[in-house]
């Protein structure tokens, strides 16, 4: 090991690296990237099953410094992407009564359901609030008692938390007029999902150093056991992602299959046993539909009967028609790695994110976004 590489190692945080050193240790995980590479010969398909982990690789322009026979792949890490329509439709619904405010995250807004958006309703006169926590919604609900306030609930483990923190505190504050409608996602199921699918080939995931905060790292340990497939939790800077990188090609070349934590600083081997408790208190799991994917046995979170006060679908229905009704967009393919956003016809020419087809162009974590903004990135530390 070289001496920036020992640095680069050596650092609980790459923010503790200056700027050579960030070039130098990049470097050298760079060469030893392409050293086990050649040793190894055969393509390698690696996937990130993070959005943000998504976003920096192609910022820092990383995928162009691999060699020919390993590709980075994205995978299903961006949860407004395998949102359904069929959930936007029910959103937009919601957002056209008279008696309900919606309050969601801004990257909602623009995705597309079957027909239109929740920035049409807006325009429309929909009354739709952007908050920045779920815990905002309280305030919206007690300035509006007479309203039906239902936060838009769309997350994976990172998020689902604080979702469920927003029930136990209007419950606590009792304001009976704050309500949920919820498309939270578990990630461990979408990884059987994917190494149990034929189309899908991955010989190792970058795994989402965000959602591994709350899970731990056991979540994942099947994907080892089961499936003899590498893992490591990974932080977001590009050192981090690189040495992740030569983590996954040394248990390749090895022909070893662990799960290692390459975020150590953030992520503990137990996770966040009280951010699971809150889950489990208001949650159960439940089959849930992924796009691109098809329901996924157990990988959604439903409302326990204890909480069904706050659960908007079983206080008022809203049914909508099921279908995807963006002939051409091959948004679901993209979230399993099959094919590159490039591949698909309306990439670029009918989608782009000023007027997206498909919800991976919308969201900032989505790939077919990153790969419009900097699929051209270079690699260029310390600038």
């Not at 056991?225 to 990974?234: N, S």
């Not at 040495?243 to 996954?248: A, F, I, W």
């Not at 009280?274 to 208190?281: D, G, K, L, S, Y």
């Amino acid at each position: 090991m070289t001496a920036a590489e020992a640095r680069a190692h050596a650092s609980a945080a790459d923010g503790k690296l200056t700027r050579k050193e960030e070039r130098e240790a990049a470097q050298a995980l760079v060469a030893e990237i392409q050293r086990l590479a050649a040793e190894i010969g055969r393509p390698l398909r690696y996937m990130e099953v993070c959005g943000t982990h998504t976003v920096s690789i192609f910022r820092a322009g990383i995928r162009q410094l691999l060699p020919e026979n390993v590709a980075l792949v994205s995978g299903p890490g961006c949860p407004v992407c395998v949102t359904a329509d069929d959930y936007m439709d029910k959103a937009i619904a919601y957002a056209h009564r008279d008696d309900v405010i919606l309050a969601t995250f801004g990257d909602m807004l623009k995705v597309p359901g079957s027909q239109s958006s929740l920035a049409e309703a807006k325009a429309e006169g929909a009354d739709i609030r952007i908050v920045y926590s779920p815990l905002d919604t309280l305030a919206i609900a007690r300035e509006n008692p007479e309203k039906k306030v239902i936060f838009l609930a769309v997350g994976f483990e990172t998020t689902a938390p604080t979702a469920a923190a927003l029930v136990l505190a209007a419950e606590q504050a009792g304001l009976q007029n704050v309500y949920l409608l919820s498309a939270q996602k578990l990630v461990p199921p979408a990884l059987r999902a994917l190494l149990t699918d034929p189309e899908v080939r991955v010989d190792g995931f970058l795994l989402p150093g965000h959602v591994s905060v709350v899970t731990g790292l056991d979540v994942f340990q099947f994907v080892a056991d089961e499936f003899h497939t590498p893992g490591v939790v990974t932080g977001f800077t590009p050192v981090a992602i690189l040495r992740s990188l030569v983590r996954l090609l040394q248990q390749t070349e090895k022909g070893e299959a662990r799960i290692e934590n390459e975020y150590e600083s953030v992520v503990q081997a137990a996770g966040s046993p009280a951010a699971r408790r809150t889950m489990a208190e208001v949650y159960e799991t439940v089959d849930a539909p992924w796009r691109g994917i098809g329901v996924i046995p157990q990988s959604g979170l439903h409302m326990k009967e204890a909480h069904v006060a706050h659960d908007i679908e079983r206080l008022l229905p809203m049914d909508v028609p099921v279908g995807d009704n963006h002939p051409g967009c091959r948004c679901g393919e993209v979230l399993r790695g099959i094919v590159t956003p490039r591949e698909c016809p309306l990439f670029g020419k009918a989608c782009i994110p000023t007027h997206a087809i498909g919800p991976c162009m919308v969201s900032v974590e989505g790939v077919c976004a990153a790969w419009y903004k900097y699929g051209q990135g270079r690699f260029e530390f310390g600038k």
